[in-house]
């Protein structure tokens, strides 16, 4: 590195002096000084005090294979040095963009067989929206563009994924969501559902999508999309009736289906795709995060046959990223994708690890603060509530999110809040005895914040 300092308070003052976070507030931030991180291996992150600290969120959800994978460093310094740099546009391919999308077609479900390149989770959800609207114009029904997610989904941060996505506190930072997103319920059973049954409530969650549509005229509607377990948002996993219902509606009303897959795609939820954990098979996935596991950026649109038929019939696409296929990042893409492979790990998430993550997050639904447990595969959370009877929030809102994150930081763990559920996210490589060791953590992180709030 070329700039030379001395102390983590002289990295802090730089930082702050030049460094705009994103996500962050500022000012807030200046205060308390930033924490630096200098190196991982493994599910461990080290800190410029030389701190060790277990990440229970695999960086942003995505360092599926781990910190410190060597293979992956080869395949990146092997590609820079033959090829560092071509595009994909103008009829031209590099070997590793190539490479990469046929391994995609054979790790993707039965008849996915393309991929349109982008280079994060965000720029992705941009090209879906191009592709839902360019799918619908060949096919002459140039007034299908309107696009339905749902209230509190995440699809990323550009103008577009963003009016896609139904987080109100972004929206309200900009004229958002711009025109043609619309958003409907989340199919939250533990705060929406009453008294009804999961896979009752799952069916109703789904039916909020069916009136938006007659609500709109099907005519007008040319996707929903969706993230097979909401991440950002919560982990909020839905009713196994629910994805079934959205995709019967979908074919109905001939709307495209597209699963966000940034998450849950690679193997977080136990299978390759999140779709296959809750049976339905989209027209487009997009993927981002765990393509790589978060050592370069790269995503990637894959597409069903039967829209790829559509739009070979449709000319010039007018829409690409100079760094479309990006060859380092396919071969990196590629090492990683390889690694899950053949080592196993997806496998190994579904039937040890993950069920392992599970039965010792269950374990939290005795304690005083936790008033639902959820999760599948290696992907969970604890939501916090006041009163587990009546299922009282707190209030405000996030307060003992707040309080338990904070605790987390001091004590080296790295779990995350969204409100007052508490996030887990781990590396997929993780052994028991570190997921004993972040459980361990957690529960005295959740004590603390019992006793902070006054609920024991
Ligand atoms: C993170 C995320 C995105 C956005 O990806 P970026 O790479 O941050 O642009 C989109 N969808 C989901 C489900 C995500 O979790």
Redo the contacts with the bound molecule.
């Keep these: 590195m070329n700039l030379v300092l001395n102390s983590t308070a002289e990295w802090q003052r730089e930082d702050r002096e030049h460094h705009l976070h994103p996500f962050t507030d500022i000012a807030q931030l200046s205060k308390k000084g930033v924490r630096i991180i200098t190196r991982a291996d493994g599910v461990y992150l080290w800190d410029s005090e030389g701190e060790k600290i277990i990440d229970g969120m695999a960086g942003?959800?995505?360092v599926n294979v781990g910190y410190g994978r060597k293979e992956l460093v080869d395949a990146a310094t092997k590609q820079m040095s033959e090829l560092a740099y071509y595009n994909t546009f103008f009829q031209t391919t590099t070997m590793p963009a190539t490479a990469l999308a046929s391994l995609l077609a054979e790790v993707t479900p039965e008849g996915m067989n393309n991929v349109f390149y982008g280079?994060?989770?965000?720029?992705?959800?941009d090209t879906v929206a191009r592709l839902v609207w360019r799918y619908w114009d060949t096919m002459g029904k140039t007034d299908k563009k309107t696009i339905i997610s749902r209230t509190n989904?995440?699809?990323?941060?550009?103008v577009a994924?963003a009016s896609m996505?139904g987080m109100g506190y972004m929206h309200k930072q900009g004229p958002m969501p711009i025109p043609g997103f619309v958003h409907i319920e989340q199919p939250h059973w533990y705060f929406n559902a009453g008294d009804m049954d999961e896979d009752e409530y799952g069916i109703k969650a789904a039916h909020k999508l069916e009136e938006k549509i007659l609500e709109l005229g099907a005519e007008n509607v040319g996707a929903f999309i969706g993230?097979p377990i909401?991440?950002?948002g919560g982990v909020i996993v839905p009713p196994d009736s629910y994805w079934p219902e959205i995709q019967k509606i979908c074919r109905k009303h001939d709307i495209l289906l597209v699963s966000?897959?940034?998450?849950?795609g690679f193997g977080r939820t136990g299978e390759w795709f999140g779709c296959q954990s809750f049976g339905f098979e989209p027209d487009m996935m997009?993927m981002?995060?765990g393509m790589s596991s978060g050592y370069i950026?790269i995503?990637g649109v894959m597409v069903h046959d039967r829209v790829v038929d559509v739009l070979r019939e449709s000319g010039d696409f007018n829409h690409g990223y100079t760094y479309s296929g990006h060859p380092v990042s396919s071969a990196v893409a590629h090492a990683n994708i390889s690694i899950l492979r053949d080592e196993g790990i997806i496998e190994r998430v579904k039937t040890e690890i993950g069920p392992y993550f599970q039965a010792r997050l269950r374990e939290f639904s005795d304690h005083p603060l936790v008033g639902q447990v959820r999760g599948r595969g290696l992907i969970g959370a604890l939501e916090l509530v006041k009163n587990k009877e009546t299922r009282e929030r707190f209030d405000p809102a996030g307060r003992a999110g707040t309080i338990c994150r904070d605790h987390c930081f001091e004590n080296n763990i790295i779990i995350r809040a969204t409100g007052d559920a508490m996030l887990f996210s781990p590396p997929l490589v993780i052994t028991k005895g570190e997921i004993d060791e972040l459980m361990e953590k957690a529960k005295k992180c959740l004590d603390l914040t019992a006793q902070d709030v006054g609920v024991i």
Excluded: F, M, R
């Design positions: 942003l959800w995505c280079n994060s989770g965000s720029e992705s959800n989904g995440y699809h990323g941060s550009t994924s996505g993230e909401q991440g950002a966000d897959e940034v998450i849950c997009t981002a995060k950026p995503s």
